[in-house]
Nanobody, 116 residues
Framework: QVQLVESGGGLVQAGGSLRLSCAAS????????IRWYRQAPGKQRELVAT???????NYADSVKARFTISRDNAKNTVYLQMNALKPEDTAVYYC??????????WGQGTQVTVSS
């Protein structure tokens, strides 16, 4: 059974940085497309960043040049480095695979709060 566990969130001042981790069990992340999503209170979940099995990355316009998605195959973990954080980045962040999204699986997420 695939399980994804997000961690690394917290409270940070605007302009600060955080690194989120997505650790997997039951699947090998390097063979999957992995996406980071976020959901702010009262808003729909939105796609933030993608890394494919080939290592190709893609970002939402709102986070380009500030966020970096990467993968450590040895640790079976995907990261989201977030720099120059803004209050509008405040949300619960989730990682997932396309299959997970299709089947409605979501982990517990990790809360990121950016104070102004």
């Amino acid at each position: 059974q695939v399980q994804l566990v997000e961690s690394g969130g917290g409270l940070v001042q605007a302009g600060g940085s955080l690194r989120l981790s997505c650790a997997a069990s039951g699947t090998i992340l390097s063979t999957n497309t992995i996406r980071w999503y976020r959901q702010a209170p009262g808003k729909q979940r939105e796609l933030v960043a993608t890394i494919t099995s080939f290592g190709t990355t893609n970002y939402a316009d709102s986070v380009k040049a500030r966020f970096t998605i990467s993968r450590d195959n040895a640790k079976n973990t995907v990261y989201l480095q977030m720099n120059a954080l803004k209050p509008e980045d405040t949300a619960v962040y989730y990682c997932n695979t396309p299959f997970g999204v299709q089947t409605g699986y979501w982990g517990q997420g990790t809360q990121v709060t950016v104070s102004s």
